[in-house]
């Protein structure tokens, strides 16, 4: 088992930044990818940006550019940089991870409002 807790969620003007930390705990030792997911209501949960063990990203063509994945796997630990914040970002961001054997975990999930 993985346990995962986000933290970093906040109301931000647009063109604003924002950078959301998730830590793992647990079975951490098992974490291959982690990575982050975004859901507003009415529409279905969405990929934003994963990062390998070995430190390969990956992202959603609508942050390219504007969101930046980190990870620091001696804190387990990992970021996302996000600048030049749009309306449209507005969503929950959940923390994700799939382990070695293909195990998926989730976090709860941080609020994060584009408004001016």
């Known amino acids: 088992q993985v346990q995962l807790v986000e933290s970093g969620g906040d109301l931000v003007q647009p063109g604003g930044s924002l950078t959301l930390s998730c830590v793992a705990s647990?079975?951490?030792?098992?974490?291959?990818?982690m990575g982050w997911y975004r859901q507003t209501p009415g529409k279905l949960r969405e990929f934003v940006a994963h990062?390998?063990?070995?430190?390969?990203?990956d992202y959603a063509d609508f942050v390219k550019g504007r969101f930046t994945i980190s990870r620091d796997n001696a804190k387990n630990t990992v970021y996302l940089q996000m600048n030049n914040l749009k309306p449209e970002d507005t969503a929950v961001y959940c923390c994700a991870t799939r382990t070695l054997a293909g195990s998926a975990f989730w976090g709860q999930g941080t609020q994060i409002t584009v408004s001016s």
């Open positions: 990062i390998t063990r070995g430190g390969t990203t």
């Open positions: 647990g079975n951490i030792f098992s974490i291959d990818v």
